[in-house]
Each structure stands twice: as C-alpha cells, then as structure tokens.
C-alpha cells in the first residue's frame, strides 16, 4: 500500500514567520508532487507542483523535493492569517503502470498562523 | 466561468436506496476523478478517468460505479449506499491526461442513514 505521511498539526506559527510543512511518500518510483491548500468548508486548490529535485518557488511559497530521501516539504515565507488553512501533500502513485492517473494524499496539516 | 459543478451538494437518504452524483466540467479537461475526504483519512481517490470511455480503480472504489461517456460528465452512483459511504465527495478535473494539478469542484456532503 503506497503512502503519503505528513503531520497532523495543527502546527501554529505566528504572523511572519516561516511555516514548514513535510511530507514524506513510500512509492520510490513517484515523480510529480503536489502542495493543495483547503480553507476549513471549502474545496482543495492547487498551490504548487514539483517534478524535479530541489527547490521550486512561487511568491511566498516554496515547494523543495529530495527523492533520494523521498520527501517533499512546503515553506511559507512571511505566513500571514489568511494562510491559516489545512495544506494536503500528493504524490502520483506507479506512474509507470497507473499512467498517471493514481493521486495518493496525505491526511493534511493544519495550519494556524497567529496575528 | 471555468469551473467543476456537483450536484446535489448535500444528501441524506437511506441504505440501499440507488443514488447519483453528477459532475460536470465546462473546461474541456481530460482527467476526471472522484474522491472522498473523511476526518483523519484525508483524501482517498475512488475512480479516475484518463479519457472518454476509459474508467480506472483508485485507493477505496469498492460499493461505487462511474461511467465518462462524455468528455465533460464523470457521474457517481452509489448502487446501494450504506453508512459507511457517509462522507464528503469530491470531484476534480485536470487539463492533461493524468492527475496532474486538478480543479476540484465544491464538494457533495453524503450522509447514508
């Protein structure tokens, strides 16, 4: 069974400080990546994707992949309250034989930023 | 306005009574997949899509059916619900043919007495 672990939390970090989120996957062979924030009653969006290692960044966000030790974390620079949301990591599950259709999540971290 | 619709977006009704979630993309997007979220499981994919006509297993699909006929519709049917299928669902679509960077729609929250 594939996996994708991250922290449940709620992990709370005050206004303009850096928030790290980790994950860590079990399916060796995965290759895409994927960062999705749900706000609390509404749908899971899209905040960054990674596909290659090291560091990807887009304004406040920075998403970094290291497949050797198979995991893929998020930091939010200058967090502020409206970040506060619960942030889902996804892994493609057997790429090669699911032909990319397979998404495992992770159970998601929450995230509360303190004014 | 691009978007990913479901209806009905809430549901109660009883075990075994045959129901239908409808989803529907106005995007064009090739990827259509269902999911469910339940408190401490986080998302878990039912079926995907890659294509018209080409259906395929997630994590949990047991007790569900989809069918893509049409490029745009990915409908859900619960043939007989039971409580366990109590849950949030969602659909979601992506512009490729894999389950790349997905839109997801509003969600549909199941309850199954």
């Known amino acids: 069974q594939k996996e994708v672990e991250q922290n449940s939390g709620p992990l709370s970090v005050p206004e303009g400080a850096i928030a790290s989120l980790n994950c860590t996957y079990s399916?060796?062979?995965?290759?895409?990546f994927f960062w999705y924030r749900q706000y609390s009653g509404k749908s899971p969006e899209l905040i960054m994707s990674?596909?290659?290692?090291g560091d990807k960044e887009d304004g406040r966000f920075t998403a970094q992949l290291n497949k050797a030790s198979q995991y893929v974390s998020l930091l939010i620079r200058d967090s502020q309250p409206s970040d506060s949301a619960t942030y889902l990591c996804?892994?493609?599950?057997?790429?090669?034989?699911?032909?990319?259709?397979?998404?495992?999540f992770g159970q998601g971290t929450e995230l509360s930023v303190k004014p | 306005e691009a978007q990913v619709t479901q209806n009905p977006r809430y549901l109660i009704t009883v075990t075994g009574k045959k129901l239908t979630v409808t989803c529907s993309q106005n995007?064009?997007?090739?990827?259509m997949s269902w999911y469910r979220q339940d408190p401490g499981l986080g998302l878990r994919q039912i079926y995907y899509?890659?294509?018209?006509?080409?259906?395929d297993k997630g994590d949990v699909p047991e007790g569900y059916k989809v069918s893509r006929k049409e490029k745009r519709n990915f409908p859900l049917i619960l043939e007989s619900p039971s409580p366990n299928q109590t849950s949030l669902y969602f659909c979601?679509?992506?512009?490729?043919?894999?389950?790349?960077?997905?839109?997801f729609g509003p969600g549909t929250r199941l309850t199954v007495t």
């Open positions: 979601a679509s992506s512009p490729t043919r894999v389950a790349y960077e997905q839109y």
């Open positions: 399916d060796r062979g995965s290759q895409s």
């Open positions: 990674i596909y290659s290692n």
């Open positions: 996804a892994v493609n599950a057997d790429p090669i034989y699911n032909q990319g259709g397979k998404l495992i």
């Open positions: 995007m064009n997007h090739e990827y």
């Open positions: 899509s890659m294509n018209v006509e080409v259906t």
